[in-house]
């Protein structure tokens, strides 16, 4: 089945093109890139500077299309670096209300050192410019694409009502990847991503980046040498390896869900797919507006309990963006008793992943 086609009002931003995703930034004589392991490389300790990190975090700029970027240990690290470098004693911390888990857990410890978190849904853009009124110095966290429950934000309407206010911008853009929407296009100040997920591809090691204006990033880079989470040069390598291929993951991860979102509206016992390519989501029509695509992440409710046990196919692992398909309940019931999971498409045939969904849910 084709995959039905955007809206024709799209303002989408330059997205990044398959020859910059195997070139960009860096012009090298090596098909692989080498593994520099030493602690010390030409007089530069590894904490400071890696020529290997170094060569990911050209590659990781030009992905996002950004100044500069600096790579880190995990996607966590990339949240926690950006809100460190930007956050102080005292000002607001706006994220949204339901943001990745860690990042929610980040946001509730942050109140340790004098920053106050405040949740909101950031699909309300009135409750927000209500919240930004007072003018209190404001940093605002999301993901344009969120993680579990696929809301949508509006990054544009975001960044606009924080920048009139005054507030900064981090975008967490793991879930639509700079293939499909580049934050820092529209006025985001910082973007971040789990890079562990589709950048690297292949759930074969933890990476995270932060990108944005060279001056900023120059801060960020400092709080990375202080707080110490640095990337190791080998899982620095595996990223150049995987960013190559993105746009033809990221292509088949979109058909595939696109795919499997359908067939699960048909499946009894599904009570809701989440998916912003279903023409009746919520989220659609902004995101076929922002974006060039709708992403690999499919959720749904359903009473079923035991689905994790009975898909062959699948597997039961907490992550997304690998070739594998996912399948992990989130563990709050939602409201009138239904559970949701959420499914990483992966890059199997999609028939194969319909089969076997329909079999665990029958
Ligand atoms: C949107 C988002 N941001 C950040 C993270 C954290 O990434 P990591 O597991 O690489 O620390 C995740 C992990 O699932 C995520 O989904």
């Known amino acids: 089945m084709p995959i039905p086609p955007l809206s024709t009002e799209t303002d989408v931003p330059p997205l990044l093109t398959m020859t910059e995703a195997v070139h960009g930034g860096i012009d090298s004589d090596f098909s692989s890139f080498p593994i520099y392991q030493g602690?010390?490389?030409?007089?530069?300790?590894?904490?400071?500077?890696?020529?290997?990190?170094?060569a990911a975090e050209v590659r990781l700029a030009a992905l996002e299309g950004a100044e500069a970027a600096i790579a880190v240990a995990s996607g966590m690290a990339a949240v926690s670096v950006a809100l460190l470098t930007l956050l102080e004693a005292g000002m607001r911390l706006i994220y949204h209300q339901t943001a990745y888990d860690g990042t929610l857990g980040?946001?509730?410890?942050?109140?340790?050192?004098?920053?106050?978190p405040v949740a909101r849904d950031l699909r309300d853009l009135d409750g927000l410019c209500r919240e930004l009124a007072d003018g209190r110095p404001t940093v605002i966290h999301f993901e344009p694409l969120a993680n579990p429950f696929l809301d949508v934000v509006d990054t544009h309407a975001?960044?606009?009502?924080?920048?009139?206010?005054?507030?900064?911008?981090?975008?967490?853009?793991?879930?639509?990847?700079?293939?499909?929407?580049?934050?820092?296009?529209?006025?985001?100040?910082l973007v971040v991503h789990s890079a562990t997920k589709y950048l690297m591809g292949h759930?074969?090691?933890?990476?995270?980046?932060?990108?944005?204006?060279?001056?900023?990033?120059?801060?960020?880079?400092?709080?990375?040498?202080?707080y110490g989470p640095v990337l190791a040069p080998a899982h620095a390598a595996l990223l150049l390896q995987g960013i190559k291929t993105l746009p033809?993951?990221?292509?088949?991860?979109?058909?595939?869900?696109?795919?499997?979102?359908?067939?699960?509206?048909?499946?009894?016992?599904?009570?809701?797919?989440y998916y912003p390519g279903l023409p009746d989501d919520p989220g659609h029509a902004?995101?076929?507006?922002?974006?060039?695509?709708?992403?690999?992440?499919?959720?749904?409710?359903t009473r079923d309990p035991d689905v994790t046990?009975?898909?062959?196919?699948?597997?039961?692992?907490?992550?997304?963006?690998e070739p594998e398909s996912l399948i992990a309940p989130y563990t709050r019931p939602l409201s009138g008793g239904l559970l949701y999971y959420r499914l990483s498409i992966g890059l199997e045939d999609p028939e194969d992943l319909i089969a076997d969904l329909r079999h665990a849910l029958a």
């Open 39 to 54: 602690t010390n490389n030409s007089g530069a300790y590894s904490r400071d500077h890696n020529p290997t990190v170094a």
């Open 106 to 116: 980040l946001a509730e410890d942050l109140c340790r050192f004098g920053i106050v």
């Open 158 to 189: 975001v960044v606009e009502a924080a920048h009139v206010a005054g507030a900064r911008v981090v975008v967490d853009n793991t879930l639509l990847t700079p293939c499909l929407f580049r934050p820092l296009a529209v006025g985001a100040d």
């Open 203 to 226: 759930g074969n090691g933890l990476a995270g980046v932060v990108c944005g204006p060279a001056s900023l990033i120059r801060r960020a880079a400092h709080t990375r040498k202080h």
């Open 248 to 273: 033809l993951r990221v292509a088949r991860h979109g058909e595939n869900a696109q795919r499997v979102a359908e067939a699960l509206r048909t499946v009894p016992g599904v009570a809701r797919v």
């Open 286 to 301: 902004l995101a076929a507006r922002r974006w060039a695509g709708f992403g690999g992440m499919v959720g749904f409710a």
């Open 309 to 321: 046990q009975r898909v062959r196919l699948l597997k039961p692992w907490f992550s997304l963006g």
